[in-house]
């Protein structure tokens, strides 16, 4: 296993659209265990593989909570088959945009289907915290960041602030 870097706003690889997954390998595994290393050093719930440079349908997740037993969640070509018309704002971040939070708004409930880390398909309803994570992150497989749904200014105050960072890490 091996932490990646993760590419933060505005590097284009993040609008790309992600492929589908052919088959879930061993490739396809360690890619998987990499974003899950690279996800809990940054620390972070959620990551999407294009965060760190791969444009594939791959998600890993870990939504537990401090002082609980890890809990990760991988996502191979995940799809919304229903949602709800609920919608419920969440005070969102992304570890493509450090240090930034917006409130979202987005269905509270959504009906997916994807393969797991063997290449199963399950098939379940995400609500809560699962909800908006598992939405954040299949929009970065469509090219979307969250702070796209903000209004132009405040999007590019964001990428400002990521930029100034990155300069003085530099
Ligand atoms: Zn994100």
């Not at 870097?5 to 990499?34: F, G």
């Not at 269905?107 to 399950?122: A, I």
Request: a negative charge.
């Amino acid at each position: 296993m091996a932490i990646r870097d993760i590419l933060t706003v505005p590097n284009p690889i993040l609008k790309e659209v992600s492929k589908p997954v052919d088959q879930v390998t061993d490739e396809t595994r360690a890619l998987m265990d990499d974003m899950l290393e690279t996800m809990y050093a940054a620390p972070g719930i959620g990551l999407a593989a294009v965060q760190i440079g791969v444009p594939l349908q791959v998600i890993v997740m870990d939504l537990a909570k401090d002082g609980e037993a890890p809990a990760p969640r991988y996502f191979v070509n995940p799809e919304i088959l229903e949602d709800v018309e609920e919608l419920k704002p969440y005070d969102e971040g992304c570890l493509s945009v450090p240090d930034v939070y917006e409130s979202i708004d987005r269905p509270e409930r959504v009906k997916l289907t994807y393969l797991d880390y063997n290449g199963e398909r399950v098939t379940e309803w995400a609500e809560g915290l699962y909800a908006v994570c598992i939405q954040h992150e299949m929009d970065h497989l469509k090219g979307v960041v969250f702070i796209d749904y903000l209004s132009r200014l405040k999007r590019d105050r964001a990428i400002k602030k990521v930029q100034k960072a990155e300069k003085l890490k530099a």
